[in-house]
Structure formats: structure tokens, C-alpha cells
């Protein structure tokens, strides 16, 4: 399972620049980053209301979940030799 973080998508939408949402915010921009870019590990009820306040938009705009697939239990498994014949 992966969330994808889709704020880049909401800052172009809204032509507002991550500089500008840090400030309207209260979040540092390395925060802001980090979040934009998907390595964020987890993020604030708080500061997800205050992004979607600042932003006019949902939670559901800004993030979706795109489902992983997983891998096949009938597929035949690979072998792997480490060493030389």
C-alpha cells in the first residue's frame, strides 16, 4: 500500500508557492518539503486541517492511496545462486 502526496498538485492549482504556505501555516519549509515530496513518514491531523484551511481544499485532495501489488502465492519462486559453476 503507498499514499501518494498530491500537494504539488494543490500548490499549482492554487498558484500558491511553498514559501507562501509555510508562512500561512506555521510550518518550516523543510517540513513542507518534505511532505511534498513523499518522504514524510506520517503527518498531524492539525497540520493537514491547517494546509487544507490555507488551500480551501480536503484531505482528499492532497493525498490518495494507491494500492501495491502484492505478489502472486502461485507464481513459481526464483532461485538465485550466489556462487560459480
Do not use: Q
Request: some cysteine; overall charge negative; hydrophobic content about 45%.
Amino acid at each position: 500500500m503507498a499514499i501518494i502526496v498530491k500537494l504539488d498538485d494543490m500548490l499549482y492549482r492554487r498558484r500558491v508557492t511553498l514559501t507562501e504556505l509555510s508562512s500561512k501555516v506555521g510550518i518550516t519549509l523543510a517540513n513542507l518539503s518534505i511532505l511534498k515530496t513523499g518522504k514524510a513518514k506520517g503527518i498531524r491531523f492539525a497540520t493537514l486541517e491547517a494546509i487544507c484551511e490555507a488551500l480551501d481544499c480536503k484531505p482528499g485532495d492532497l493525498l490518495d492511496f494507491e494500492r501495491v501489488a502484492e505478489p502472486d502465492d502461485d507464481a513459481p519462486a526464483l532461485a538465485v545462486s550466489g556462487g560459480r559453476s
